[in-house]
């Protein structure tokens, strides 16, 4: 019985072995390239004692070599980014940078204790792997985190992020589609309306950053 | 007699809305040969955008003027720990519509978390202030009429932003009408004639939902270009999300994991 059972066991594994092996290799790939990335934010990007230029600097450095930028831009644009001259282009993933580094490096200066737990990770039909996660925050109630990872010639990209179920790509596709279609179809009201939120999001760090100087609390 | 006639209310507000609709008109449809462009209409989800602009910019000065404010007032004036008791007890006061969605979507399972939670936190917690059930190992889910019609084939229709209530669709509004009408709470409250009981509620949840939104809407707000595009796609994304139980797949998840 005992031995039926083992040697039951013992081929199931082998079984495993034989057919999942580059499945699991990739997703444990997936999941240590997440888990570092967390690791790596939370050790410099939310570091305490940062001043917001030199947090905005390490961000970028994190955002634009662990992120699909070229690739994440092409999604966001969706059909417009054919109908975009190469130069629109090129500026269009330059202000989209800008725009993320802009929104997300302040969001980490208020990080302290988070930590990320892989709940699952899944191969997408398409060759992505998309891995689940959950941030723990201290007295928060937990995020729930899904990312979408590409396998890159230089290594593992991000390309989406998922909040909530919320997915960061396609709520930008559907609001610069939404800019794009108001300013009469042309690629150009984008990015004239990028350039100025780009021009906010620095002016209010800006005076962030004075009062916070004069006012320690 | 009760003066809580939800039902007069909804014609008012429906009265209302169709004249919007009359004033403000309805998006322009693309033109039926730019395949991508219609393609792109369909999936925006939004006919009557012109309309919903105009109620959001209202919502908006509303917010601004009235709500934020309140919300803002009431994390500075009451602390943390107060704030989750609050929160502990309206979560427990919405159990019995938990508990009948939970059931209506067939999810027995579910459903018996959701009757132990309320009796726990209900006998044990204080009437509910201490969701000590949570701590216990069954923690809170929430559950609604929009989510049940979901489950069982009922489409979203057109997006639609309520005022006041924000971002919507015919779906979820009449789940959201179904419950106010159905909550066995409320009706008792409007049977023995303590409707600013019911009223009273109906604010400490608006205020307790504001301010839990209080940073994520100022995120949303401050990095979007077009703030209503996005919480239009975000407000669709995530009651797909949550019409799939989706947190809950994914805390069950762990276990099934391990190897």
């Known amino acids: 019985m005992l031995n039926r059972r083992r040697f039951l066991a013992a081929a199931a594994a082998s079984a495993a072995l034989v057919t999942a092996p580059g499945h699991a290799l990739a997703d444990q790939a997936s999941r240590d390239f997440i888990v570092r990335l967390a690791d790596t934010a939370m050790t410099t990007v939310a570091a305490k004692g940062l001043s917001d230029d030199e947090r905005t600097t390490r961000f970028r450095t994190l955002f634009v070599e662990n992120f699909d930028l070229p690739e994440i831009a092409k999604l966001v644009l969706g059909r417009h980014w054919r109908i975009a001259t190469p130069d629109q282009q090129k500026d269009f993933v330059r202000l989209f940078e800008d725009i993320q580094v802009y929104t997300w490096a302040r969001r980490f200066k208020d990080y302290s204790g988070e930590t990320l737990e892989v ?33 890159h010639p230089e290594g593992l990209r991000v390309l989406d992020i998922k909040v909530e179920g919320a997915s960061m790509a396609q709520t930008h596709r559907s ?13 150009e009201g984008l990015l004239a309306a990028m350039r100025k939120k780009i021009a906010q999001l620095q002016a209010e760090s800006a005076t962030a950053a004075v009062s916070g100087s004069t006012k320690p609390n | 007699m009760p003066t809580f006639i939800p039902r007069a209310a909804l014609t008012r507000i429906a009265v209302s809305l169709l004249s919007l609709t009359l004033v403000a008109g309805c998006a322009t449809p693309p033109p039926a040969d730019d395949k991508e462009s219609v393609a792109e209409f369909e999936q925006l989800n939004d006919p009557l955008e012109p309309m919903n602009r105009a109620i959001f910019e209202f919502n908006q000065v509303v917010d601004r003027a009235m709500l934020k404010p309140l919300a803002q007032g009431y994390r500075a004036v009451v602390p943390p720990f107060g704030r989750e008791r609050v929160r502990d007890f309206l979560n427990n006061l919405r159990s019995p519509v938990i508990f009948a969605n939970d059931l209506l979507q067939g999810e027995p399972d579910r459903a018996v978390q959701t009757a132990m939670r309320f009796a726990f ?7 509910g202030l201490f969701d000590i059930a949570a701590s216990g190992g069954i923690p809170y889910h929430d559950e609604d009429f929009g989510q049940t019609f979901a489950v069982w084939g009922i489409g979203e229709g057109p997006y639609l932003v309520f005022p006041i209530l924000g971002p919507s669709n015919p779906r979820d509004f009449v789940g959201l009408a179904a419950e106010w009408l159905v909550d066995p709470l409320n009706l008792h409250l409007d049977h023995v004639g303590q409707d600013w009981a019911i009223w009273t509620r109906t604010g400490m949840y608006g205020i307790d939902k504001r301010e839990r939104y209080l940073d994520k809407l100022n995120e949303i707000e ?23 139980n989706g947190t809950v797949d994914l805390r069950a998840k762990p276990e099934a994991e391990k190897r």
């Open chain 1, 119 to 151: 709940l699952s990770v899944a191969a997408e039909s398409d060759g992505d792997v998309q891995v689940e996660s959950r941030i723990k925050r201290d007295r928060l109630d937990p995020i729930n985190v899904g990312w979408r990872v590409r396998k």
């Open chain 1, 175 to 187: 609001e610069y589609s939404s800019v794009i279609q108001s300013s009469g179809g042309q690629v």
């Open chain 2, 121 to 127: 936190n209900t006998g044990f917690g204080a009437v």
């Open chain 2, 222 to 244: 401050r990095g979007s270009l077009d703030y209503y595009a996005s919480l239009r796609s975000l407000y669709r994304q995530i009651r797909t999300t949550e019409v799939k």
